[in-house]
């Protein structure tokens, strides 16, 4: 399952694979360990809410059941890297039935999961940062399988991208 990535020393220095876009998304989920900024005290509120904790740890947890429920239907066809594996197969059930990037849509709930629990602007940006650099990474990844998979085009026009009729994060 984690063999074939493509991984290459030149691919790091001219993203031949779309490493790049996967070192962008590491440092922004790595970036979510960083404390609240600013905390709550900044706002006039002693602590932030507990049932904001409550939900957004909530939304992390779902945010990771769903990444599961992606890496399981994905099989061995995963790839960390928008370029797909060589001999990929075009996996449209499971996860992929919900949406057409259910991996990065996992992502993103964490992330907001993140962003509630902490009432950090920080976090928010950070958030809309992932966006940025999911939906693109999503749109090479899709290119590729577009010209890999005859029949990507009409999975495409039938499952939403990432975050259904949200701009930026589904396209048809």
């Given at each position: 399952m984690f063999?074939?990535?493509?991984?290459?020393?030149g691919g790091w220095w001219d993203n031949?694979?779309?490493?790049?876009?996967?070192?962008?998304?590491?440092?922004?989920?790595?970036?979510h360990l960083l404390p609240a900024w600013p905390r709550?005290?900044?706002f006039g509120l002693e602590a932030w809410p507990w049932q904001l904790h409550l939900l957004g740890a909530g939304l992390l947890m779902i945010g990771?059941?769903?990444?599961?429920?992606?890496?399981?239907?994905?099989?061995s066809s995963l790839s960390p890297l928008p370029e797909p594996k060589h001999g990929n197969e075009l996996v449209c059930c499971g996860a992929?039935?919900?949406?057409?990037?259910?991996?990065?849509?996992a992502v993103l709930i964490c992330s907001l999961g993140v962003v509630i629990g902490?009432?950090?602007?920080?976090?928010?940006?950070?958030?809309?940062?992932l966006v940025l650099v999911l939906g693109g990474k999503a749109r090479?990844?899709?290119?590729?399988?577009?010209?890999?998979?005859p029949d990507y085009d009409r999975y495409r026009?039938?499952?939403?991208?990432?975050?259904?009729?949200?701009?930026?994060?589904?396209?048809?």
């Open positions: 063999s074939g990535w493509g991984f290459s020393w031949r694979r779309g490493e790049w876009w996967l070192v962008g998304q590491m440092l922004l989920i790595a970036a709550s005290s900044r990771l059941l769903l990444a599961l429920q992606a890496f399981v239907s994905l099989g992929y039935e919900r949406c057409r990037h259910p991996m990065y849509q902490l009432g950090s602007l920080l976090h928010l940006l950070l958030l809309l940062l090479r990844e899709e290119r590729v399988m577009a010209s890999l998979h026009q039938h499952i939403p991208a990432i975050v259904p009729n949200l701009p930026w994060l589904d396209w048809h």
